[in-house]
């Protein structure tokens, strides 16, 4: 390049740099910023002069900074590719997602500059010239650029340059668009007849509009042709006016738009025909589109939206979800949704809709119509509610019963079961359902030997038998198969009882099976366009995936064919036969026929509309065919279940009785029969008053139904009346639900006389036992413990005895001999005392009471005692009347005194002294114990005569003792009808005494 040529062509790209559409910036090798073009600024929101002179890389995310740094260091290197991903910082904080694509490089003075252009995804800026200094760097630009751009003459369109994405697409090299002096009309389809006015009309618009596109048909080198869209925006060089145009082939945009009228031709043929309703709405909800069925669906004709809402005629109840629903799809950039919901019809009716909507956003994300499609569902809708209804009474009842009813998969998988079953495992019904019924209730690896469904599946019938869980329960259980249609297992049901506390007295009556299979079908409608090509000549236009999917054919099969070649050739005539009625009719005709599928014979409601053209000649007949199946599926079913629900509540064992909030009777079982002694007629014509005893607590029906939920139950234990006048406890389990459209509870009445009975006399068996129990396990460990003592006095004095004797030392031999003596009685004492209590706790002793005289039986202790009395020096006195007379067992009264005195002198101190005395009130004589002895405080007392309390200390000479003596005193005193006590003071003594009558017809004292 010449000299003189530098300053227009530099002129020229900078011009060029600054109308390009994309961004550019300059790096120098340092990675700094040199220069950035205007669209690059108004892309990213800088001035050049906020970033000329810094690091790039300060601009970038922090996790794509080091990305760069690397990228560009390989490339300085020549060791990478072109493109690099990084996020570049807007001026407002935000990131954009860009592609950084290297134009080479080019020195400039003592350095060297990079040159990129920046892709994002904002669009084309507005083109502004800005001035430049590298002509290499222009050049880069100019031929890296992804769009085909012209350079021409506003007046005579030659052109003069152009890029390299311009001669790929026309088929030309640059240099021939630089030397041969082609016009636009030379790149120009001859078709398009491109005329000097049209020129100037075009230069016209290029000096006065700021951009804008034209569309026309171009020719390439090899003479083939293609749509182009020329953006034409004039640009001024070294003062001239010149045109730069910028062109995009559209060729496959514009097809893909005859496509899409096409498809929008046929969609709305369909749509006009179809007997939902369509519906297109703008981005504000507003209808632009109803199809003509609306005005069979809801009575509105299309006009009556011209100033409606389609929310205007949703019911009141379901207009704000339906609102709150809608614009949840749409915040969440949803494609389709499916919803239900009540309209008002122009007569003011209420139907059900089920709306099928699709959402059209633009590339923005913002919404710019939904189109609709609504379809009458007011019949299914009843059908669901009755089913709906029928299964949750099913619920109910089964849910009320105590017992088990589960339903299996054939290898034991629990695939339902009720509330008694998930109780009797302490699991909700949710986490049970999945489990295996030998895991859970057996807490094996593999199913049970034993179990009645393993036979069930053997033999393919019913089933029962006994059988014991680990948890110590009995269960009398009852299998059924439920068979496919090909006679094969597809489930089991079992029902459990448990009979652990009635095994020993009888087998409950057996139960019969409950199952339920109700299956709701819920299919989409198909729709078809037959084109009429002559009499009883239609071929198949199109056809909607729902008739593909199901009855199982192939689109081949039909599309493009003739009725006659794939209807049957024993149903043609009767179908043709209705293809003309609708045709001589001039309106839709209606039948239900069988639709062979691969899964079975379908009922469909076929619906065959004709559509004529001006000439009034049928043309188009469209179909719509409804799959019925579900529908009179379900009403079988709805039979079945009111059916299976009447032998549920007749075959349960425990009574039944469904009332109104009137309290009268509307459905009892035989159970009830029996309990009651009622008849059934009897009973239908009573209220609950009349058999309830306390009705009187509960009649109010209605407010019972208020404070139930739907489903849950209200446990309540009352009294029943028999016809005989005779009542008998009853346990309810009351259940609110709806029968027949009306509101009933639903008592189930269990008799449970027996069981109360029972419980009382085992409840108080088990405290006397208990506390008869813990007594005895007390006192034994403080027997077992004194019981020790003298013994081994016993064993350590022997000991001793026989050391001394051995060494010839027997100057102390009386005394040890003493000490031996003393210990053997304390023993034999406590022996006698332990004999005589273990055999009035066995009921050996025989109570055998007669006359004493108090004062001798005194004399008989005092004399047996003489000895430890005389070792302590202690006086006694017995102050007992000679002539007393006493009414007692002797030796009874012996045990009392020689225990007592005993007692006295333990603790009585050395040269103390002891009386025994007696006074007489009413019938009975008061004896006293009264001794000079150590005493004791009142939290002793409180724990003297009873055993299990550890209340024995050593004597005042050591003496061991255990309480026992005390005990043996107070039961037989108790024996005799008296009282025992004592009263003491610590260091002051003791008295002890006891009060036994004085004659045989005294009843106690």
Known sequence: MFADQI??????????????????????????????????????GYKAKQVNGKFFYNYLHKDDSTVFKYYFELLKKNECSNNVLCRIRHNNGHYCETIIQSLGSAQAGKSKEYYFVIKTDKGRSKPEIYAKENIAKYQAIFNGVNEAIFLHDPQTLTIWDANQKAAE???????????????????????????????????????????????????????????????????????????????????????????????????????????????????????????????????????????????????????????????????????????????????????????????????????????????????????????????????????????????????????????????????????????????????????????????????????????????????????????????????????????????????????????????????????????????????????????????????????????????????????????????????????????????????GLVTLTPIFDSACKCTYIVGHITDISGKLKTERILRENEQVLKTVIEQMPMAVFAHGLDGRFVLVNEAAEIDTGYSKDELLSMKVSDIDQDSATRNDQQHIWKELDFGSRQHITTYHRKKDGKTYPVELFITATVLKNRPVLIAMAQDISERLENETVIKEREEQLRKANETKDKFFSIIAHDLRNPFNSLVGISELLIEKIEEGDIQNLPDFLKILHNTAIQGTNLLDNLLTWSRSQIGTIQFNPKYNNLKELVDESLMLLENVAHQKQLHIKNSINNNLIVYGDTDMLRTILRNLITNALKYTVNGGFIQIYSERFKNCNFVYVKDSGVGMDDAVISKLFKAGENISTAGTNNEKGTGLGLILCKEFVDKHGGEIGATSEPGKGSTFWFSIPNKADNKGC
Request: hydrophobic share 35%; aromatic share 12%.
């Open 169 to 603: 697409l026309y088929g030309y090299s640059v240099d021939e668009f630089r030397k041969n002096n082609f016009s636009i009309f030379d790149i120009t389809a001859p078709e398009q007849n491109i005329t000097p006015d049209f020129v100037a009309e075009s230069f016209h618009k290029v000096n006065t509009e700021e951009s804008f596109a034209i569309q026309w048909k171009a020719k390439r080198k090899d003479g083939s042709t293609f749509w182009v869209e020329v953006s034409p925006k004039l640009i001024f060089i070294e003062g001239e006016k010149q045109i730069m145009a910028s062109v995009q082939d559209i060729t496959d945009r514009l097809n893909i738009e005859k496509e899409l009228r096409e498809r929008e031709r046929k969609y709305r043929l369909l749509a006009e025909h179809s007997s939902d309703v369509i519906a297109a709405l703008d981005s504000n909800l507003k209808p632009i589109y109803i199809s003509p069925s609306a005005q069979t669906v809801y009575g509105y004709s299309e006009s009556d939206f011209v100033n409606k809402s389609v929310f205007d005629i949703v019911y009141k109840d379901d207009l704000k979800a339906l609102q709150l629903a809608m614009q949840k799809h749409i915040n969440k950039k949803d494609k389709q949704s499916r919803l239900t919901f009540r309209i008002y019809t122009k007569e003011n009716s209420v139907r059900w809709i089920e709306a099928i909507s699709s959402y059209f956003y633009n590339k923005s994300g913002e919404l710019e119509r939904i189109v609709i499609n609504e379809r009458d569902i007011t019949e299914r809708k009843k059908l669901e509610e009755r089913l709906q209804q029928a299964e949750e009474v099913k619920s109910l009842i089964l849910n009320s019963t105590k017992e088990l009813v589960v339903y299996y998969s054939p290898d034991f998988k629990i695939k339902w079961a009720n509330k008694a079953s998930a109780d009797s495992v302490s699991m909700s019904i949710d986490d049970l359902v999945g489990e295996y019924c030998y895991s859970i209730w057996h807490g094996r690896e593999e199913p049970c030997k034993d179990c009645p469904l393993i036979r069930v599946l053997k033999t393919g019938k019913y089933q029962e038998g006994e059988v014991n869980t680990p948890n110590g329960r009995f269960w009398f259980l009852r299998g059924y198969p439920i068979l496919d249609e090909t006679g094969n297992i597809k489930g089991l049901v079992e029902f459990g009882q448990d009979i652990t506390e009635e095994k020993l007295l009888k087998d409950n009556e057996k139960q019969h099976r409950i199952m339920l299979d109700m299956i709701a079908n819920n299919t989409g409608s198909i729709i078809f366009l037959l084109k009429v090509e002559g009499k009883d000549k239609y071929r198949y236009q199109f056809i909607n995936e729902t008739f593909f999917q199901i009855t199982g054919y192939k689109k081949s099969q039909f599309m493009g064919k003739l009725l006659e070649e794939v209807v049957p050739k024993n149903t043609l005539d009767l179908e043709l036969k209705k293809y003309r009625e609708a045709i001589a009719q001039k309106q839709s005709t209606q039948w239900e026929e069988q639709m062979p599928t691969p899964y079975g014979n379908k009922t």
């Open 7 to 44: 300053p227009i062509e530099d002129d020229r790209y900078n011009v060029l740099y600054n109308n390009a559409p994309t961004s550019f910036q300059t790096l120098g090798a340092d990675g700094d910023i040199k220069d950035v073009n205007k669209t690059w600024q108004e892309t990213f």
